[in-house]
């Protein structure tokens, strides 16, 4: 059993920033790939960004240049940087993990989530 619980939402802002984390506990050994998804109101779950247990990173074309996702091994957590806020990314952001050595940008693909954690940027 893997447990992910993100922290660091709120209210921000636009082209304010914040920094959202994502602490695994449980079964570790099984969270490789890790990845961020968002998903707000009346709209589908949509990808951020991943990384893969080596560090290999990927961002959505709509993030690239503002957010940027890292790991901390050690600590077992993950980490979303968002700078440059805007209204658009408003929405509820989910972290995610898998058991398998590459990242993947379909919400399919990983095995277990957190709770999620809102961001509401204000114009």
């Known amino acids: 059993q893997v447990q992910l619980v993100e922290s660091g939402g709120g209210l921000v802002q636009a082209g304010g920033s914040l920094r959202l984390s994502c602490a695994a506990s449980?079964?570790?050994?099984?969270?490789?790939?890790m990845g961020w998804f968002r998903q707000a109101p009346g709209k589908e779950r949509e990808f951020v960004a991943a990384?893969?247990?080596?560090?290999?990173?990927y961002h959505a074309n709509s993030v690239k240049g503002r957010f940027t996702i890292s790991r901390d091994n050690a600590k077992n957590t993950g980490y979303l940087q968002m700078n440059s806020l805007k209204p658009e990314d408003t929405a509820v952001y989910f972290c995610?993990?898998?058991?398998?050595?590459?990242?993947?940008?379909?919400?399919?693909?990983?095995?277990?989530w957190g709770q999620g954690t809102q961001v509401t940027v204000s114009s």
């Open positions: 449980g079964r570790t050994v099984s969270v490789r790939a």
């Open positions: 990384i893969s247990w080596s560090g290999d990173t």
């Open positions: 995610a993990a898998r058991d398998g050595r590459l990242f993947s940008t379909s919400p399919n693909e990983y095995s277990y």
